[in-house]
Structures are given as structure tokens and as C-alpha cells.
């Protein structure tokens, strides 16, 4: 495994014995590392300082913990309180192996045991820097996530509802989110399980309207191997898969009668069972529910459940229409459009005058949505760095991802059929399509695209044009 020397990644070697850092900077080296050695702890640490001051920092330290001056405990104590420390790979004599365990207790990425034996060296090493990429990914990707769920607003409303997210998310009380399409009940979601002890377990969501009734009880509570036709594989269901986090039961409005009732069963009991198997499995959970439908007339009608809505409704959080809350248009579009711009890595459009008293003029009949479709699709036709009305008329006046039905978008109930012509006819079946799948694997866009066979960055593209994408 030969690296290009140009990336070649720096590993520090301490050890007090002189055979051994020998030893490990001819493996090291011929493995194409850069390697930089020190005969204990305090020369380490010089060592790293003087090579940070040139701008080169480490990408391992394999440290031998027995040393004078500084051990290798030290050491990694001091490492630690570095910025993005290196991984830190502890090297124990024969008899010291419990206080490696404890160094990795306290962080270290692994240990060796003298002897060395080169391919194990190797071997542990491409394994702690496989895991610090991971992990550095991870940080990112959910760097990344968390501005995706940035609520923005700066009306009275949205700042009302900031302030009751922030109240509501550590109870693990049932939350009912209501709302029109596109105001960002999904949004609201993320935030209450971002903001609650939670954050870090899992969210879970289900479209309620988009689970056949049949598959019903499988998908929310599992199914084991054979327990019935196509049963191929166990199967964890939703309720499990968010135990110890929240559940997000979206569009709850639409959840067939059957359902309703064995999803009461468990939020009661906090307790389910697998189709085909015997015991119940405990799960702690957080209930967020969302609807765009009046559930107490649901109820009325005979269509919900009332105890379902009383068990639901505990704390209930009502959205206003963007309409309502005019002062949050213009954050709302500066905000995806620096969203685009990071996403094309450029800079930002920003908004002439004329855009913003056009787009402080629109009804937005879908919402906070339908404002991101607005300026997505205009941001196409911008020239330079300003996005102009006449940008915006564009997508106004003719665009296709416009005369979208909100419904359609929202429900995937709406008939393509009734449209008024044939391009308008084409995008609403697309869109349609493209929500199905979606929803069907969970809002994941790499499964999505692999099951329709199409690159990922291609489906990316038809998710923004009809602002099915987050
Ligand atoms: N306050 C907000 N700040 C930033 N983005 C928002 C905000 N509200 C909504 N959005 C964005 O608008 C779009 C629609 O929001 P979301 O999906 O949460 O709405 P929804 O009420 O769940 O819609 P639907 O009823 O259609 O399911 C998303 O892209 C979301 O990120
Ligand atoms: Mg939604």
C-alpha cells in the first residue's frame, strides 16, 4: 500500500527504545507514511507544536506507554486537549495490558502488545485512521443536517413557535402538529427532537398515508422470517427502530381505521409485537404526529379515533399559513438562497428590490414550500449575482414546478388527469412518481435512486425542481 508521497500522511512514533522506533519508521516508511519519532511524551508534544507551527499536523501517534518524563497515559491526556486530536494508538509491554484497556477507556484508538508484529501494526493503524475519516464525515454530515433543519423566521408567529419548541422538546409529552402544506410541520419535528435529550437517538419517520393497509402492522412493529408470505428477512418496524428516540407519525390524517387502533394499543403500552412472533419488546419512544387535516372534525366525522386524538394531542402546536406571517418571506428566501449557493458552491443571489416587493406580494397557496420552489426555479434564469423580479416572473408566468398542485406535492392523492395541459399534466406525474418512491424508501435518496436505476445526482436534480428534496 504504497502512498503518493505528495499525501503522504504524517504518523509520530514515541518510544524510548531506540530498536523500536527504528523498526517502526522503516515499516512506516515503506508503506509511504511520513514519519516523525520522539523518545518520549515531552518531546512528542515538542515535536507535534514545532511541525503545527509549519502547518503540518500528525494523522497518528503510535506512542510505547512506558516511558520517562511523559508516559504514554500523559500523553494521550495531553493530545486530547488539543484541537481535532490525532487518533492515538498505545503500544503495551506484556504485563501492562489492563492499563492500555483503560487508555482506551479514556480515548486512545487502540493498543499493540509488544512483540510488534508488522502486519498487526498495519493492520490497526488503517483501521484508526478508517475511523477518524468516518467519524470526521459523520461531524460534517451532521453539521450539515442541522442546517438543513435550521428553523428561519422572524415574524411574531415564528418566534412564538421557536420559544414553545424549545419549552415542549425536553417532556417526552405526544405533540400534534397542525398545519398547511409546506408550512414545516416536518421541520418543526426535527427541531423538537433535536432540542430534546434525544437528539442523538434516532428520528424516525412514517407517512402514514403512504403505507398500504395491509403492510400496515408489519411496517410500524416488524415482522419475523416467515411470518407470512414474502416475510423473507426478519424485519425491524418503525416503532423499534426509533426506540429511545422519537417516532414521527406524518400525515396521521390519513391513517387507515385498522391501523389507528393497534397504534394505540402500542403508544398506551409502549410495548409491540413482532407479526409472527410471541413476545412483546418494550419501547421507549417520543410521539410527534402531523396533519394538514382538522383532526377533531375527522373525529367528528367518524374517520379518527377519539381516543387516538386524545392520546396524540397532548401538547398541540398549530403552524400559520406563510400568508399570516408576511415578515417571515424575506429570511425565508434569503435562506434558500444561500442554501442553493453552498450547495453549487458559489455565492448567494441576492434579492433587487423589485424581487422582494414581488415576493412580499404572493399568497403563497403552498407555503413556506412553494416560496423554496419559487426561488429555486428562478435562481435557473438569474444572470450575475442579483436574482430580479423578471427571474422570478419567469417561474410565475409559465413555470411548469408552479402550476403544481400543492396537494399533489403533499398528498400524492392528487389526479394528473384533471390537469389543463398536457406540460402541466407531465410534472404532476412526475412529481407524483418521484414522492412515491421517495416515501416508499423512507426519504432515502442513494436507495431511491438505485431502485429506479438512476444516478443519484439525476434524481437530486427532479427532487429540487419540485421541492421534494428536504
Ligand atoms: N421555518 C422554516 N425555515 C426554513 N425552512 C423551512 C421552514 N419552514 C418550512 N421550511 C422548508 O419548506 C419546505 C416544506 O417544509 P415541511 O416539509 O416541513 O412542511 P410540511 O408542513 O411538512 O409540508 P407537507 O404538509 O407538504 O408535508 C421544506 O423544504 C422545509 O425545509
Ligand atoms: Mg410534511
Not at 114 to 135: G, Y
Amino acid at each position: 500500500m504504497v502512498q503518493n508521497k505528495v499525501d503522504a500522511k504524517p504518523i509520530l512514533v514515541v518510544d524510548d527504545d531506540g530498536d523500536i522506533r527504528l523498526a517502526l519508521e522503516m515499516l512506516l516508511k515503506y508503506e509511504g507514511f511520513e514519519v516523525w519519532t520522539a523518545r518520549d511524551g515531552q518531546e512528542a508534544l515538542a515535536r507535534l507544536d514545532a511541525e503545527e507551527a509549519q502547518g503540518r499536523r500528525a494523522a497518528l501517534i503510535l506512542t510505547d506507554l512506558k516511558m520517562p518524563q511523559l508516559d504514554g497515559l500523559e500523553l494521550l491526556e495531553q493530545i486530547q486537549q488539543r484541537k481535532s486530536p490525532p487518533p492515538v494508538i498505545l503500544i503495551s509491554g506484556h504485563g501492562d495490558v489492563a492499563t492500555a484497556v483503560e487508555a482506551m477507556q479514556r480515548g486512545a484508538a487502540n493498543f499493540l502488545e509488544k512483540p510488534l508484529v508488522d502486519n498487526r501494526v498495519l493492520v490497526t493503524i488503517q483501521q484508526a485512521l478508517f475511523c477518524e475519516r468516518i467519524s470526521r464525515e459523520n461531524d460534517g454530515l451532521r453539521k450539515h443536517l442541522g442546517e438543513q433543519w435550521e428553523m428561519v423566521g422572524e415574524s411574531p408567529a415564528t418566534a412564538a413557535l421557536r420559544e414553545q419548541i424549545t419549552r415542549v422538546a425536553p417532556a417526552l409529552a405526544a405533540v400534534l402538529i397542525r398545519g398547511e402544506n409546506g408550512t414545516g410541520k416536518e421541520i418543526v419535528a426535527r427541531n423538537l427532537h433535536l432540542a430534546s435529550p434525544r437528539a442523538a437517538e434516532p428520528f424516525i419517520t412514517v407517512n402514514c398515508a403512504a403505507i398500504p393497509s395491509e403492510l400496515i402492522e408489519s411496517e410500524l412493529f416488524g415482522h419475523e422470517k416467515g411470518s407470512f408470505t414474502g416475510a423473507l428477512e426478519r424485519r425491524i418496524g418503525h416503532f423499534e427502530a426509533a426506540d429511545g428516540g422519537t417516532l414521527f407519525l406524518d400525515e396521521i390524517g390519513d391513517m387507515p381505521a385498522g391501523a389507528q387502533a393497534k397504534v394505540l394499543r402500542a403508544l398506551e403500552t409502549l410495548e409491540i409485537t413482532r407479526v409472527g412472533h410471541s413476545q412483546t419488546i418494550p419501547v421507549n419512544i417520543r410521539v410527534v404526529a402531523a396533519t394538514n387535516l382538522d383532526l377533531a372534525a375527522a373525529v367528528e366525522a367518524g374517520s379518527f379515533r377519539l381516543d387516538l386524538f386524545y392520546r396524540l394531542n397532548v401538547v398541540p402546536l398549530a403552524l400559520a399559513p406563510l400568508r399570516e406571517r408576511r415578515e417571515d418571506i424575506l429570511p425565508l428566501a434569503r435562506h434558500f438562497l444561500a442554501c442553493a449557493a453552498a450547495r453549487a458552491g458559489r455565492s448567494a443571489l441576492e434579492l433587487t428590490e423589485e424581487a422582494q416587493k414581488k415576493l412580499l406580494a404572493l399568497t403563497y397557496p403552498g407555503n413556506v414550500r412553494q416560496l423554496r420552489n419559487l426561488l429555486v426555479g428562478a435562481s435557473v434564469f438569474a444572470e450575475g449575482e442579483q436574482l430580479g423580479a423578471a427571474d422570478l416572473e419567469q417561474i410565475l408566468s409559465s413555470g411548469p414546478a408552479m402550476s403544481i398542485p400543492e396537494t399533489a406535492l403533499a398528498t400524492g392523492t392528487s389526479d394528473p388527469f384533471s390537469a389543463p395541459t398536457f406540460e402541466v399534466f407531465k410534472d404532476q406525474s412526475e412529481a407524483l412518481f418521484f414522492r412515491q418512491k421517495l416515501d416508499a424508501n423512507s426519504g432515502n435518496v442513494k436507495r431511491t435512486a438505485e431502485q429506479l436505476g438512476m444516478q443519484r445526482s439525476h434524481l437530486y436534480k427532479k427532487l429540487d425542481r419540485y421541492g421534494l428534496r428536504g
